[in-house]
Structures are given as C-alpha cells and as structure tokens.
C-alpha cells in the first residue's frame, strides 16, 4: 500500500485493517461512552493491505546443514491467507496492534485473530468456473 510515495508493507501472516467506527447505540437506543466503546472484545474493520502468508520450509530443503538451503539462494514459500484486499473483517481488538501511519489509523491484526470475512460478490473469484468437484464425481 503506497501512501504520500512511502510503501507499507505488511509481514508475515498479517493484515493492515482500516477501523470502522464502534457502534455508539445499543441495540434499545442507548448510547455508549467512547470508553465502553473501545473496550469491546470485537471489532470490525476493512482490509487495506495483507501479508504475504506463513512461511514454509519446502521439502527438499531437509539436510544435516539447513543453513545451505539459503546459501542456493532459494525463495521462501509461503501458505496463502484466506482474507484478500477489500474484504470487511470481524476480529478479536485485544489481538490488534494500534498504528497511525501518514495521519491514519490503522489496526495490524494476525490472522488467526479474524472471526469472519465479508467479500463483496463482484469483487470475489467465482468458484463456478473451476469447481474443486462436479456433480459427476458423486453419481452412482
């Protein structure tokens, strides 16, 4: 994500998530104090930015001197993450780190910390076009 020519780049099996407000409501009309608001357990927030995913070891990089696997100048392989650029996010605040970066907020958030993700249609892949199974596959 590139801001005022500085690029932001986020690592690991993380994600850079722009806040939406707290509800300041409840669900009667009551309304809540900014404190009670921030001490909420979940939050929400859009995904702006995402981390390449959790490195891996590839298999053929097993030996008795596994420091010579970076010495071949091997890429590091990476497991893909399920949240992508755009979706909305439900995750745990007590597992994000608070950051502003050129005047924003920002709230770094693990992965493992997002409860739900909210793709919008149009902008999801269609799993219709190459479906993991047919209907072929389970006719008797």
């Known amino acids: 994500m590139r801001i005022n ?4 780049l986020v690592v690991g099996d993380r994600v850079l998530v722009s806040p939406t407000k707290g509800e ?3 669900r ?3 309304y809540l104090p900014q404190a009670a608001v921030e001490k909420m357990a979940v939050q929400s ?3 702006v930015e995402v981390g390449p995913g959790t490195p891996v ?6 030996s008795e001197e596994p420091w010579k696997a970076y010495e071949k ?3 590091t ?3 893909p993450l399920e949240a992508s650029v755009g979706d909305d996010a439900l995750f745990l605040r007590n597992a994000a780190v608070e950051i502003e970066f050129e005047g924003h907020q920002y709230l770094i958030v693990p992965h493992a910390a997002i409860l739900l993700l909210v793709r ?3 902008t999801a892949v269609d799993d219709e076009e190459d479906p993991e199974f047919s209907e072929s596959d389970f006719k008797l």
Request: aromatic content about 8%.
């Open 57 to 62: 070891a590839s298999p053929n990089e097993f």
């Open 45 to 47: 927030g859009r995904i």
């Open 77 to 79: 392989n990476y497991v």
């Open 5 to 8: 020519s500085k690029k932001l």
């Open 28 to 30: 009667v009309g009551l």
């Open 73 to 75: 100048g091997n890429k």
């Open 24 to 26: 300041e409501r409840t």
């Open 120 to 122: 919008d249609p149009e």
